[in-house]
T-cell receptor, first 116, second 109 residues
Framework: ETGVTQSPTHLIKTRGQQVTLRCSSQSGHNTVSWYQQALGQGPQFIFQYYREEENGRGNFPPRFSGLQFPNYSSELNVNALELDDSALYLC???????????????FGPGTRLTVL | QKEVEQNSGPLSVPEGAIASLNCTYSDRGSQSFFWYRQYSGKSPELIMSIYSNGDKEDGRFTAQLNKASQYVSLLIRDSQPSDSATYLCAVNDFNKFYFGSGTKLNVKP
């Protein structure tokens, strides 16, 4: 167990709806990254939050947004859901000293999102 | 588009043998390199991290990095059936992570 928790475990939504996924980072970690993993693929980096600010972003549209709270927990929000958003959403926590100085990431169990 | 390439496999090895997993990456500016193991239906689990050229050993696992060739590998000695999983190579470039699609390893008893 990594100490990283995610909720909910599973979620079913319909196209056009909005969803919020939650992540609690491991104790002592100050950075949270979010990933989307489609079946048979590697995780795709969505974005990273450090000290409550977005600290890097992958190739995802603006309808993917996030927040980080003072306790370092984080939310991923996806608006206007599309069928292709169906995937496993992973949160990973780590501790970095400053921007660009990177330590190991530890993943939570993930949230399986199905969009119908 | 920065890429991390892995052979999808499956790579089949007999129990007790050495499994060799390979990964290449496209961005010469990449700074940190990681190997994760992912069992079916589970999230990735960190196995090894490597930051400088050469070898790094941890138990049955050895990670090898060659930045000039943009190549990173993972050796698993004395492979066990419990090692059967998908192995993901990850590369860090400043504030972004890039994962390969993974290599499926089957260790036959």
């Amino acid at each position: 167990e990594t100490g990283v928790t995610q909720s909910p475990t599973h979620l079913i939504k319909t196209r056009g709806q909005q969803v919020t996924l939650r992540c609690s980072s491991q104790s002592g970690h100050n950075t949270v990254s979010w990933y989307q993993q489609a079946l048979g693929q590697g995780p795709q980096f969505i974005f990273q939050y450090y000290r409550e600010e977005e600290n890097g972003r992958g190739n995802f549209p603006p309808r993917f947004s996030g927040l980080q709270f003072p306790n370092y927990s984080s939310e991923l929000n996806v608006n206007a859901l599309e069928l292709d958003d169906s995937a496993l959403y992973l949160c990973a926590s780590s501790s970095i000293i400053g921007r660009g100085s990177y330590n190991e990431q530890f993943f939570g169990p993930g949230t399986r999102l199905t969009v119908l | 588009q920065k890429e991390v390439e892995q052979n999808s496999g499956p790579l089949s090895v007999p129990e007790g043998a050495i499994a060799s997993l390979n990964c290449t990456y496209s961005d010469r500016g990449s700074q940190s390199f990681f190997w994760y193991r992912q069992y079916s239906g589970k999230s990735p689990e960190l196995i090894m991290s490597i930051y400088s050229n050469g070898d790094k050993e941890d138990g049955r696992f050895t990670a090898q990095l060659n930045k000039a060739s943009q190549y990173v590998s993972l050796l698993i000695r004395d492979s066990q059936p419990s090692d059967s999983a998908t192995y993901l190579c990850a590369v860090n470039d400043f504030n972004k992570f890039y994962f390969g699609s993974g290599t499926k390893l089957n260790v036959k008893p």
